[in-house]
Structure formats: structure tokens, C-alpha cells
């Protein structure tokens, strides 16, 4: 019996064809994920860099000073200013981020601690219908049902502008900002409500000050990523915000941002122009804006951990 056991275990054949075809199998995976991986970082360098380095080409011909903080933007006239869509951009961006944090976190607290079971199993699936939705869709009931009713209820001669804008850009961002809101929420331990239920605090209490503060680097992130999606949009806000090169005196007036005038514009120009160059460098900006919120995601993520 000592004998049997101190000899090697043998290996068939067949078992070694089948070490050897799932040892292949797994680095054919890990090369395939690798090459996944490269091919992404490429596409997106390739996409920065080609954008980045047309866009610089503008200032060739235009000055830092005038693109950054001019406000005449007549390409006719070799006159680009940038600076009229550039704070439209922050503008909206700002106007959006006011209406639909405390909306869309209402929101998530009503889904993750109030509603009961069969309305949450209503409300989850709905929100991310709505983040489904394309984009022009809503712009459009913004076009033919949110502009009349603007025009009827404030007198204004056109509707267009910054409040119509950033009413149809909280619409699309708040089904975003409450689904991860909500899982945020609804991950915080139990152990931290029933202690803060066990020293007498009310619901009211255990969320704003002990839910909501344990939450609070996925609720920064939801909001984030909803005003990511903001700063990009393009086809809601052209059909909304009257793409007219301007800065608004008021929340009626229409005016243009980065995107509006990018995708206005960027068809009837020559791809040599400095025209074309000065469009180009607004996509960079655009770029350059995304990376930074997701470098704010990432260190949030970070704290949170």
C-alpha cells in the first residue's frame, strides 16, 4: 500500500489533450482581452490626438486671447470668438445641474427608502426606459410641446434660450442621476439605519444625516456622469436653445453653445479652413471637459472605497 501511494500520479493522454486544449483556450481568452483593450486605448488616443492637433492649428491664424475671450464669432469676417459659446456651455451646464440634482436625488430617496416594494418594482424599470430614449426625441417634444407652453405662460416672443434647454437636458439626465443615486442609496448597510433608529433619530433624520452622507461619493458620481452627458448632447439642445451666436440677457433669449455650434456649422466648412480648425479645437474642449469629470469620477470612487 506505501508503495501505490508514492508513485507519481500518471497522466493519460486524454487528459493531457484536455490540460493542454483549456490551457490554450485560456491564453487565446487573455490575448483576445488583451487585443480588446489595445484596440480601445488606440481608438480613443487616435481620436484625441487627431482632434487636439487640428483643433491647435486655429491658432496659426487667430490669437489665444481672441478664441478664448472674444465674444465675435463672424466666420466670414476671419473673426472667432469663442467665448459666447463657451459660457453658454457653463450656463446651461450649471442651469441643468441646478434643476435636476435636487429633482433626481429626491427622486432616489423617494425609490430607494419610502416607496414600498411594488412601486419600486414600477419606478426601476421605468427610469431606465427613459435612459434609453433617444435624444432627439426629447428634443423634439421640447420643439412642438415645451417652447409653446414657455411662449404662452411668459409672454416671450420665441421660447428658445437657456430655461428650455436646460428643462429638456433635466428630463434626459434625471433617469441617469437616480438609478445610480438609488443604487447608492440602497447600498449603504442596514447596520447604519437600525443604529441610527436604535439612538431615536427619525426617517427624516436617519436619511439626511446618516444615509445620504454615506452615499454621497455614488450620489457626487451620479451627478457628475449626468452632467457629462449635459456638456455632450448635441441634437436635444439644437433643437431648443435657437443656435444664434449671442450671449443671452435672459433665460428666453436664444444663444448657442459648443455642440449647437459645432453640429450647426462643422457641414459647409472647408477642412483646411481656419474655420474648420476653430471647430475642431471646441470638440477639444469638449474632450478635454469629459476627461477631467471622469478623473473627478475616479478619485470619488477612490474616497469611496
Partial sequence: MEQELRQPYLISKSEKR?????????????????LSVLVLGVALLSIIVFVGRTGLLVFKDVSF???????????????????????????????????????????????????????????????DLLVGIPSIVYGYLGLTV??????????????????????????????TISRISDDSITSVPLELREASYALGSTRMQTTLKVILPAAAPGIFTAVILGMARAIGETMAVVMVIGNTPQLPSDLFTPT????????????????????????????????????????????????GA
Avoid at 463657451?86 to 436625488?105: K, Q
Wanted: aromatic share 12%; with cysteine.
Fill in 65 to 127: 486671447q481672441e478664441f478664448f475671450f472674444s465674444t465675435i464669432w463672424e466666420p466670414y469676417d476671419d473673426k472667432f470668438g469663442a467665448a459666447i459659446f463657451i459660457l453658454g456651455t457653463l450656463a446651461l451646464t450649471g442651469l441643468t445641474l441646478l434643476f435636476s440634482a435636487p429633482i433626481s436625488i429626491g427622486v432616489a430617496i423617494f425609490t430607494a427608502e419610502i416607496a414600498p416594494n411594488w412601486l419600486k418594482r414600477i419606478l426601476r424599470p421605468v427610469l
Fill in 146 to 175: 415645451l417652447i409653446p407652453f414657455l411662449r404662452n405662460i411668459t409672454g416671450a416672443t420665441m421660447g428658445d434660450g437657456l430655461l428650455a434647454s436646460a428643462i429638456v437636458l433635466t428630463i434626459m439626465v434625471l433617469p
Fill in 256 to 303: 448657442s453653445v459648443l455642440t449647437s455650434n459645432i453640429v450647426n456649422q462643422i457641414i459647409d466648412v472647408e477642412f483646411d479652413s481656419t474655420w474648420n480648425n476653430a471647430l475642431y479645437m471646441m470638440a477639444f474642449l469638449l474632450l478635454i471637459i469629459s476627461n477631467l469629470l471622469i478623473i473627478i469620477i475616479r478619485k470619488l470612487r477612490i474616497k
Fill in 18 to 34: 484536455i490540460i493542454s486544449r483549456t490551457y490554450f483556450r485560456n491564453r487565446m481568452f487573455r490575448l483576445f482581452c488583451f
